[in-house]
């Protein structure tokens, strides 16, 4: 059974620092690009951050770029997402998504595209407010 489990989401003030883990199972972790993707109240879920089988190669959303940071480890089978400078517009629930492969991650539309991804975790919420 694959599982993907997301935690580290929290309440904190604009300009903080959060990090979010995401523990898979029930997978070859190291066969799957993953991401990170959220969706704020009342919005559509977006992509925020991708990353290739071995963490060569990252890809950002523009909002996100220079602040949040996607990183993998393999021999822990966790993803992880490093936010900082949060603003009140990051407020969302955050999905951890993996797809298998990499034949399509050099495309930019497969890598922002839900449909790419395959397993999804349940989400965490982030709220940045003061």
């Known amino acids: 059974q694959v599982q993907l489990v997301e935690s580290g989401g929290d309440m904190v003030q604009p300009g903080d620092s959060l990090s979010l883990s995401c523990v898979v199972s029930?997978?070859?972790?190291?066969?799957?690009?993953m991401a990170w993707f959220r969706q704020g109240p009342g919005k559509e879920r977006e992509f925020v951050a991708t990353?290739?089988?071995?963490?060569?190669?990252?890809y950002y959303e523009d909002s996100v770029r220079g602040r949040f940071t996607i990183s993998r480890d393999n021999a822990r089978n966790t993803l992880y997402l490093q936010m900082n400078s949060l603003k009140p517009e990051d407020t969302a629930v955050y999905y951890c998504?993996?797809?298998?492969?990499?034949?399509?991650?050099?495309?930019?539309?497969?890598?922002?595209?839900?449909?790419?991804?395959?397993?999804w975790g349940q989400g965490t919420q982030v709220t940045v407010s003061s």
């Open positions: 998504a993996a797809g298998f492969g990499a034949s399509w991650f050099g495309s930019s539309r497969a890598r922002k595209s839900g449909r790419s991804y395959d397993h």
């Open positions: 029930g997978l070859t972790f190291s066969s799957y690009s």
């Open positions: 990353i290739s089988l071995r963490g060569g190669n990252t």
